[in-house]
């Protein structure tokens, strides 16, 4: 049966279970007293439960004959190679899909592995679950992914230290009349009960030299006795030289005679072996080698170059039990005794050269391009054998190359904390190794400030950005490749640090060099053009926004294979560049085929789709649909938090637009506490004299003057309106938006007066810096009205209310919310929106 099918009675999830080994006898106690530890339950939650002894002696054949013999007691059945714990939050990740979450590919992977537990945990889908994590040596490493719930979890570990973390059953080599009929079912009438004893006693009832004697035996109809002479003399000589001195006398001897016989018949295929050891214990992909023959070095050329020659090379290492093939997802794997024991005996400079040659074969069959999706299941073949083969300390540039791209798969996926870990080591050695000016050195730098982005640490990314930029420059020139991307970066740093007008200075000489080196239709002067498109729209030029982005929109949705995603990306900026313009109607429609377009491309939960609901909502809002845009609304802020948490830059941007939905539709109380809750996480993610911080009290301000308390809301406009424009400037969006709501405060609290003269120089700013039909001027120019009455100017009033009320009906229509308040007699408020930075 093949490795993820599913068996006959089984569960409804049975993932990544290796085969079941036919030959596996025995072992009912072992067996009988795990099922019964396992099935000791405290309360609701079950205790995992560590199988540990000896390498060798059968722990992961004996979790896989559990997985198999008890699999009609689970829903669930779930396979983690555990050796590598950076590698365990995918393969966890890895389960959302079954449990009905959204795939790790649209969350992340951090997020998705946390879902997954949580789920786990609470029993739904499914309260009969099994997570079997293999070869688990430190329990710190992995304590934090052990689902604690109503299911079952079985840890296999050489590692004694898990008795003092969990229930224990020891495992043993095999007993005697076990051992016997093992080798008995294997070779059948070729081995008689006496040779099978003293096979047995050799080899010290060892499971897993048991299985190589018989796989030789089997193929080389060598018999006992024979095998049995060369057994003492392999012992003895390795006695002799001390060899691998962790590892069982017994192993060595069986391991080391099934080389040797080999190496005397096929050399390539020990060849082979040897490279394999220096590979991680994981499966290792069968294309590494057919991939990888035109980069490998001297000592694999003519095997890999011949693939007749592989192919015989691997049939004998499967038969001798020294390699084990899976044809149905074309891996080969080591054990990883056998990879410590090919290690030991291998001299220090042939050890070098077969770890290189494992280098260039990771480095040769890896995709190019980390941000294509469809490369991802590659990536992560690959990534297991990262760490375990030394990749970081290779100073090859293709393989430093493959290195980083290993990062960036990992950043794509949404697993910062993994590529921060391996950023540090990077860092560090390559520093060590070839200096802290060495372009690797520099570019590993950039990446660590893209992750420093990703979980929100702007200073920290603006500091490491800084200095890459400035080095590269100096080192590699203003227009090399790996400037300008550091440049690119640079300024989103500099954006999340509320420095917009410096980061559109930077974007807009990208944009033109980009344009002049490749052409303004490659796809690195669009993403250029988009990047500066969000300035504009941060430093509150829509106009300019809008023209570029539907330049590049026009470009994506006409060109075949542009990339759904960035096309998606590009049509939700160009709705909100036009809804942010004062088009509410236009970007209603905009952004409602924007998202549909999302849902049926990408999926509910991918996260541009969420982006897009979120904009639709707004966009809903404006136009005058409360109902559907605060629907809306909390569906989206609902999936962000389960994405991101509370303290995510969009979710926090979510909540205040779920706030505002609330008040526009009446509900005080709640909209304050969303607020509220949104705005405690801002100081810690953008700092205090943040633009979005500042822009963010207004929302507060405006719920503070409607619950009552207009002094409060005076003095929080008042502050946020000196921080903005210090900030962005008095002209800006932001600022004046809060001067409009600092107008109504003032005038809630009667002072007329200075209500009047804001409201009037706020107007003369906005005519200037928009347009006099821009909505921000219809709001100002509607309270300016009533200011205007309050201090005796009642003809001058008339005058403009007669002006404005032409004005919103030909913008708004006379059914929109904001016009029947200017009819009502009634102030108009404004809020803010957090775009995306």
Known sequence: MAENSVPAQGPKVWERVPKRNPNFTGRKDLLTALRKSINTVTAVVAQPQALQGLGGVGKTQLAIEYAWQYRAHYDLVWWISADQPMLVPSVLAGMASALGLPPATSTGVEQATQAVLRTLESGSPYRSWLVIFDNAEEPEYIKD????????????????????????????????????????????????????????????????????????????????????????????????????????????????????????????????????????????????FRRGNRVVGPRLASILSDPIVLTNALSHLERLALVKVEPSTRTLQVHRLNQALLRNETPDKDRAEFRHEVHLLLSGTAPSDPDDTSTWARFEELAAHLEPSEVMDCGEPSVRKFALDLVRYLYVRGSYQQAQVLLTEYITKWTQTSGAGHKDVLVARVHQGLVNLALTQYAKADELM????????????????????????????????????????????????????HGENDNLALQARNNLATDFTLTSKYDQAQKLLQQIYLYRSGVEGAGRRLLLSTWTNLSRAVRLSGQFEVATDMSEEAYTYGVAQLGDDHPNTILAAKD????????????????????????????????HAETMAAALGLSNALRASGDYEEALEMAQRAFQHYPDVFGTEHPFTHAATINLALLKRLSGDPATAAEMDEAALAGLSERVGRDHDYAVSCAINLQNDLAALGRHDEARALGEDNYRRIQTFFTPDHYLSLLCAANL????????????????????????????????????????????????DPPPI
């Open 145 to 288: 992914f052990i689902p604690r719930g109503p299911g079952h979890v079985l840890i296999t570990s050489r590692n004694s230290h898990w008795s003092d973390h969990e229930p224990t059953i020891q495992v043993d080599v095999f007993r005697r009349e076990e051992s016997t009929a093992f080798l008995r079912r294997r070779l059948k009438d070729a081995i008689s009960e006496v040779e099978a004893d003293r096979l047995a006693d050799k080899l010290g009832d060892l499971p897993l030299a048991l299985e190589q004697a018989a796989a030789l035996l089997a193929r080389t109809l060598m018999s006992v006795e024979e095998y049995l002479g060369l057994l003492e003399e392999q012992t003895s000589r390795l006695l002799s030289l001390e060899k691998a001195p962790t590892y069982p006398q017994s192993m060595t001897a069986a391991w080391q005679l099934s080389v040797s016989q080999l190496q005397d018949r096929i050399p390539e295929a020990v060849e082979v072996l040897r490279c394999c050891a220096f590979f991680g214990p994981e499966p290792i992909p069968r294309d590494v």
């Open 466 to 517: 800084s200095e890459a930029v400035d080095a590269m420059i100096e080192s590699l020139g203003p227009e090399h490749s790996e400037t300008l991307w550091a440049r690119n970066g640079y300024a989103g740093a500099l954006r999340g640090r509320g420095e917009f007008a410096r980061a559109q200075e930077i974007d807009a000489d990208l944009a033109e060099i980009y344009a002049r080196l």
């Open 616 to 647: 639709y909502a707004i966009s809903l809002r404006r136009s005058g649909r409360l109902a559907e845009a605060l629907e809306l609304m909390r569906d989206t802020h609902t999936r962000l938090n389960r994405l991101f948490g509370d303290g």
């Open 785 to 832: 009205c009533l200011d205007l009455e309050a201090t005796g100017a009642e003809e001058e009033a008339r005058e403009l209310r007669a002006v404005t009320t032409q004005r919103f009906e030909q913008v708004m229509g006379r059914e929109h919310p904001d016009a029947l308040a200017l009819l009502a007699g009634q102030r108009l408020n404004c809020d803010f």
